[in-house]
């Protein structure tokens, strides 16, 4: 019995053993159907395609021309909708598609020819760019304009990702133009460019130099996702006769594309440590100074050459916070090797206290005269209304000195709240009508109703004794 139960467990196990084998089969089968896209792939088309986009001559210039015009507008007047608008048009893709294909298949010509034609398209860009702002009344530095000064880690990563997107998308069986468009606007060639112009046209080489870094970044990234992808489909690599010029020419794909590499890897460790740089700085302002109450913060400068940030602080800043802000900086693993200055500056503080203090006095000196002139008007209102109902009351030998009576129930039933009178028009016969005065009050709602009933009736002899009446409706 021992010996048919370890059977039928050892046939389980290896039935459960077949069943995840077979899962694990059928899963990769289907991520190889779902991510595989080499049998999509058309060389020759690809090839050709590329190869189409490099001549920069004509209708192109032109285009090109016309592009940079709509990017510098719409970065000089900071409307993100312009610059789609001209990366949507702008024709610079195809030379850096053709330096990474070139490098791929050892097509020494179509490398030269690519180069060629991204210079001039790079020289003719930035000169019209160059023209434009030098022409153009608005010369402020807008935010569209000063995003393109500074790359950061993401603007690599978007031109790794992007490039392979588009290389992508440029070796499938039939064009996507949606994803070539969608590359165009997110790896945004033509922006950096037109800030270089920018850079040129009012003297700042810190922008100009800027720009064109995020353009070579843009464009290495591109050039090199090209070159990996056509890599990975196994793209058929130029054949020479001449087996001397087969191998230089090999030797020279292969030199130009460890040359494109290079940069590329030294690129994104700089923009990387850069970022985190500028990371752990922000980390460090917002959590150790902008959270201390006792500190007036101004600004802060970083000084690289001389391993130093500089924070400059209104007021006096203790020695003991000194010390403290020190000691967090070492927390803080990319900038903890700088030596931090502080730059307080205690006669400014107390001048702007002062200047603060005497605005502060002034406001409160005019809001209190304001105030006082109001409850004054309110007081001259109060008491021209009082003698215009006296007046009326005395001219009207018929009116009832209601005013003057109304004050009097006041003083003598300190419980109303409200006192009304009217003379109310009745008929009891629908021939003869009497004219009723009737009075109505309103008492303290906390008073009880047995309260109410006795100083009403109170009331009604007191009023119909002042009001000299010989019938008075109360209610």
């Given at each position: 019995m021992e010996e048919i139960k370890k059977e039928e467990i050892d046939k389980s196990k290896e039935a459960v053993k077949q069943d995840a084998k077979g899962l694990w089969e059928s899963v990769k089968t289907f991520m190889n159907e779902l991510l595989d896209f080499r049998h999509d792939t058309d060389q020759e088309a690809t090839i050709e395609a590329i190869k189409n986009d490099i001549p920069f001559k004509g209708a192109t210039a032109w285009i090109l021309i016309f592009a940079v015009f709509i990017a510098s507008i719409g970065l000089n007047?900071?409307?993100?909708?312009?610059?789609?608008?001209?990366?949507?048009?702008?024709?610079?893709?195809?030379?850096?598609?053709?330096?990474?294909?070139?490098l791929a298949i050892n097509d020494i010509d179509t490398l030269k020819s690519s180069f060629v034609n991204l210079l001039v398209m790079v020289i003719l860009s930035v000169a019209t760019a160059y023209l434009y702002f030098l022409l153009s009344p608005l010369t402020e530095l807008t935010p569209e304009l000063e995003a393109r000064t500074q790359p950061n880690i993401l603007d690599v990563l978007v031109a790794i990702f992007g490039g392979l997107a588009l290389i992508v998308a440029r070796t499938k069986k039939g064009t996507i133009a949606s994803v070539i468009f969608g590359v165009a606007i997110a790896t945004a060639l033509m922006p950096p460019l037109c800030t270089a112009?920018?850079?040129?046209?009012?003297?700042?080489?810190k922008f100009f130099l800027g720009a064109m870094y995020l353009f070579v970044i843009n464009t290495t990234f591109i050039a090199?996702?090209?070159?990996?992808?056509?890599?990975?489909?196994?793209?058929?690599?130029?054949?020479?006769?001449?087996?001397?010029?087969?191998?230089?020419i090999a030797q020279l794909a292969t030199f130009f594309g460890l040359v494109a590499m290079i940069p590329a890897v030294w690129t994104f460790l700089n923009v990387l440590k850069k970022?985190?740089?500028?990371?752990?700085?922000?980390?460090?302002?917002?959590?150790?100074?902008?959270?201390?109450?006792?500190l007036w913060f101004q600004r802060h400068k970083v000084k690289e050459d001389?391993?130093?940030?500089?924070?400059?602080?209104n007021g006096k800043v203790p020695q003991a916070t000194i010390t403290d802000l020190k000691?967090?900086?070492?927390?803080?693993?990319?900038?903890?090797?700088?030596?931090?200055?502080?730059?307080?500056?205690?006669?400014?503080?107390?001048?702007?206290?002062?200047?603060?203090?005497?605005?502060a006095y002034s406001n409160l000196d005019q809001k209190e005269n304001i105030i006082s002139g109001l409850q004054k008007e309110i007081e001259d209102l109060k008491s021209?209304?009082?003698?215009?109902?006296?007046?009326?009351?005395?001219t009207d030998k018929n009116n009832i000195p209601f005013s003057s009576i109304a004050k009097e129930a006041k003083i003598r039933f300190g419980d109303i709240k409200e006192i009304r009178f009217s003379k109310v028009l009745s008929t009891k016969d629908f021939i003869k009508v009497d004219t009723i005065p009737e009075a109505s009050v309103i008492w303290n709602s906390k008073l009880k109703e047995k309260y109410i009933a006795k100083k009403?009736?109170?009331l009604h002899k007191w009023l119909q004794k002042e009001m000299k009446l010989d019938t008075l409706y109360i209610k």
């Open positions: 007047v900071s409307s993100t909708a312009v610059v789609i608008g001209a990366m949507l048009i702008s024709p610079l893709m195809g030379p850096i598609l053709g330096i990474g294909m070139s112009g920018y850079g040129l046209a009012v003297g700042n080489m090199l996702s090209t070159f990996l992808v056509l890599k990975v489909l196994g793209f058929t690599m130029i054949r020479y006769v001449n087996s001397k010029k087969r191998r230089r970022s985190n740089f500028d990371r752990d700085l922000r980390g460090f302002i917002k959590n150790e100074i902008e959270t201390n109450d006792d001389e391993n130093e940030i500089a924070l400059y602080f000691n967090e900086l070492k927390n803080y693993d990319k900038i903890k090797n700088f030596d931090l200055k502080i730059n307080s500056n205690e006669s400014r503080s107390a001048d702007d206290i002062s200047k603060s203090l005497e605005r021209e209304i009082s003698n215009l109902n006296v007046t009326i009351e005395k009403q009736l109170e």
